[in-house]
């Protein structure tokens, strides 16, 4: 049964799956790959203080070479509905142009893989399995994160792993990304006393103090790049003191910050390096600090995967993809523990905007992609 990648993606579209909501798309994705005979693992996972989250893992075979897709179906909100063109969740396709909340970011990229499976020969000797997650645009605590666990445990190893978010840049092919730059996150606190305006005398003011902590944050020059990532970049993102009075003096403040850092560092080198600036800057005056990392740096090196991902990118486009690592985070800073992962996916232009969208003939072409990329590993 040949699945037309088009009508799947209206479908999963057409589920509201809001994060952490399901609403209905990893069962119509079920549906799918069951026609296609695939086993498919239901899973959800919750975590304290979090919402627990559906999560599918199918398989096909028993044989090398395992090829494994990973993405997700939950999707950002739509926001003021009235500015789109159509409702977010009731998908069209106007003039060749698929619009709908998840089009881009990345429904219609996981239909197009589930179509290009349709049209293998059933006689293709691998194995070819599916990580869906409705945990991506989320916390990401429920969802790759435990499954890659769950799927070892249970004898499922990849060989490779393509993983289906928008990497190209302004046309179909253009890139593919080969690793990502990890991600830290701080906030630090400085305590005051609050006092009145005319008397600082009988107060302490903190706020030149976290100004001084963040002229040395945002003075500190990480690194200068490498041959395969851009350089690490620290950027204060905010700057409070829940003052809105002008005649008092605050009892405490605080600035957040996030580094997007390359594979110069780890993130515990990071840390010990924001804490001796602070250190610095602090004259000896005491101050909190608090980090989370939601991922390491991590790299792909160019090699069998990527090649055989740029043979079949060129292959339908004409195009020779450039290997990039340049973006965001992803669920690939999961994968890589398990196994090398490249990401192929549709143009990014549109993701989390107002009437989100791809051109149809994209999602073709991306289907005829995941083809060739299935069949040369075989």
Not at 27 to 54: I, N, Q, Y
Not at 61 to 80: E, K, L, R, S, W
Not at 269 to 279: H, N, S, T, V
Not at 339 to 361: F, N, Y
């Amino acid at each position: 049964m040949e699945v037309d990648p088009v009508d799947l993606a209206v479908k999963l579209i057409a589920c509201p799956s809001v994060t952490p909501a399901d609403a209905g798309a990893l069962s119509v994705l079920s549906d799918a790959l069951m026609a296609l005979d695939f086993e498919v693992h239901d899973l959800t996972f919750s975590a304290p203080g979090t919402d627990p989250v559906r999560n599918i893992y199918a398989h096909r075979g028993i044989a090398g070479p395992h090829i494994m897709y990973a993405g997700h179906t939950d999707v950002v909100p739509p926001g003021d509905k009235a500015q789109w063109s159509t409702d977010p969740f009731t998908p069209v396709v106007q003039n060749g142009i698929l619009i709908g909340r998840g089009a881009n970011d990345m429904k219609a990229s996981i239909a197009a893989f589930v179509a290009a499976v349709s049209r293998l020969d059933r006689e293709w000797p691998g194995t070819i399995s599916l990580l869906i997650t409705g945990d991506e645009e989320g916390v990401a605590v429920n969802g790759t994160a435990k499954v890659l666990p769950w799927m070892a445990e249970s004898g499922f190893r990849p060989d490779m792993c393509i993983v289906g978010e928008p990497s190209s840049a302004k046309a179909l092919g253009d890139m593919i990304k080969i690793g990502r730059r990890g991600s830290l996150s701080g906030t630090v606190s400085v305590n005051g006393a609050q006092g009145h305006v005319a008397y600082p005398h009988l107060a302490d003011n903190p706020i030149p103090r976290l100004i001084r902590l963040a002229v040395a944050l945002d003075a500190l020059e990480l690194d200068k790049g490498n041959d395969w990532f851009q350089p690490s970049n620290l950027e204060i993102t905010s700057i409070d003191v829940g003052n809105p009075a002008t005649n008092v003096i605050p009892a405490r403040g605080s600035f957040k910050f996030n580094i997007r850092f390359n594979d110069t560092y780890h993130s515990s080198d990071l840390i010990e390096k924001i804490r001796q600036a602070l250190d610095a800057a602090s004259d000896n005056r005491e101050f909190d600090l608090n980090i989370h990392v939601s991922g390491e740096a991590f790299l792909t090196r160019p090699g069998k995967l990527s090649t055989l991902v740029s043979e079949a990118v060129h292959h339908v486009t004409g195009r020779t993809p450039e290997l990039s690592t340049t973006g965001g985070t992803s669920d690939a800073r999961f994968i890589r523990h398990y196994c090398p992962v490249v990401e192929c996916g549709l143009v990014g232009l549109t993701m989390h905007k107002i009437d989100e969208q791809v051109p149809v003939a994209d999602v073709l072409a991306l289907s005829e992609i995941y083809q060739r990329i299935m069949e040369r590993a075989a």
